[in-house]
């Protein structure tokens, strides 16, 4: 079955950064899209980055230019690499398998989801 496992979570302060990685498993990792997902406490989920399998990528605007979503094929991995990292991106971070090859940034697009990494940022 379908198996998605995040980690690298943490608390840092403002303006440090933190690498995600989610480990996908169960099904051929180049088929589907994958995203990342986050959710504050008292607020919605809201969609992070989306990579397709052919590499294009897509962000939230609140994290254009700091946060880099890749993967690797070989290892069957996703990554978020968060830089200038700030208060507002204190959230459990999801990752998430898309039902199609390209999604856009939006929940009901993606029909697998891990249980999730915590991040903290401390001002």
């Known amino acids: 079955q379908v198996q998605l496992v995040e980690s690298g979570g943490g608390s840092v302060e403002a303006g440090g950064s933190l690498r995600l990685s989610c480990a996908a498993s169960?099904?051929?990792?180049?088929?589907?899209?994958m995203g990342w997902f986050r959710q504050a406490p008292g607020k919605e989920r809201e969609g992070v980055a989306i990579i397709d399998p052919d590499g294009t990528t897509s962000y939230a605007d609140s994290v254009k230019g700091r946060f880099t979503i890749s993967k690797d094929n070989a290892k069957n991995t996703v990554y978020l690499q968060m830089n200038s990292l700030k208060p507002d991106d204190t959230a459990m971070y999801y990752c998430?398998?898309?039902?199609?090859?390209?999604?856009?940034?939006?929940?009901?697009?993606?029909?697998?989801w891990g249980k999730g990494t915590v991040v903290t940022i401390s001002s």
């Open positions: 169960g099904y051929t990792f180049t088929r589907y899209c």
């Open positions: 998430a398998r898309g039902a199609y090859y390209s999604c856009r940034l939006y929940s009901g697009d993606m029909n697998y």
